[in-house]
T-cell receptor
Framework: DAGVIQSPRHEVTEMGQEVTLRCKPI?????LFWYRQTMMRGLELLIY????????DSGMPEDRFSAKMPNASFSTLKIQPSEPRDSAVYFC????????????FGQGTRLTVV | QKEVEQNSGPLSVPEGAIASLNCTYS?????SFWYRQYSGKSPELIMS????GDKEDGRFTAQLNKASQYVSLLIRDSQPSDSATYLC????????????FGSGTRLSIRP
């Protein structure tokens, strides 16, 4: 299996622009997680899905952030409008059985908002 | 209180010695995990531990005490390649289906 695939690997955008991050989970995994990692705050859980349904989005920082999972093989995280403080590495991870088993991470998207 | 707490380090250990990493958590999660993250890379799973007691895998031993909400990771015969950030994680929530991470401990193995 190719593992969790994220795109793009790097994104540089101007403040105020819309940013869309993409994730393809491992086939057969029924849970998907979006994390954000910064030096100051570490690895924060933003939202997670079970069977394509958002279960807990309490980590989403504000209304500028939204996430969707239209099917079992694809998810997006959108930031609109983007701000410099959104600069971070965003990871997508998937798990075969919710959080009962471990999560497998993608390579991450490094987002820079200037 | 943060849900998962770790000493940020850096923890410096001489090559060949035992490195000891500790983690406490606030929610009575069912499972605990240790991940390793090299600089610029994504976290990768080292160990998962679900039951109280010790679990050994090669040079790594995880110890879990659910009553004390404490989990540790011991690395024996530390190697320079073990230098990385080690992230503790637990599953949490009403259905124990979300995985929460600590901020990580930076480990440096000095030759």
């Amino acid at each position: 299996d190719a593992g969790v695939i994220q795109s793009p690997r790097h994104e540089v955008t101007e403040m105020g622009q819309e940013v869309t991050l993409r994730c393809k989970p491992i086939s057969g995994h029924n849970s998907l997680f979006w994390y954000r990692q910064t030096m100051m705050r570490g690895l924060e859980l933003l939202i997670y899905f079970n069977n394509n349904v958002p279960i807990d989005d309490s980590g989403m920082p504000e209304d500028r952030f939204s996430a969707k999972m239209p099917n079992a093989s694809f998810s997006t995280l959108k930031i609109q409008p983007s701000e410099p403080r959104d600069s971070a590495v965003y990871f997508c991870a998937s798990s075969p059985a919710g959080g009962v088993t471990e999560a497998f991470f993608g390579q991450g998207t490094r987002l820079t908002v200037v | 209180q943060k849900e998962v707490e770790q000493n940020s380090g850096p923890l410096s250990v001489p090559e060949g010695a035992i490195a000891s990493l500790n983690c406490t958590y606030s929610d009575r999660g069912s499972q605990s995990f240790w991940y390793r993250q090299y600089s610029g890379k994504s976290p990768e799973l080292i160990m998962s531990i679900y039951s109280n007691g010790d679990k050994e895998d090669g040079r790594f031993t995880a110890q879990l005490n659910k009553a004390s909400q404490y989990v540790s990771l011991l690395i024996r015969d530390s190697q320079p390649s073990d230098s990385a950030t080690y992230l503790c994680a637990v599953n949490s929530g009403s259905s124990a289906s979300k995985i929460i991470f600590g901020s990580g401990t930076r480990l440096s193995i000095r030759p």
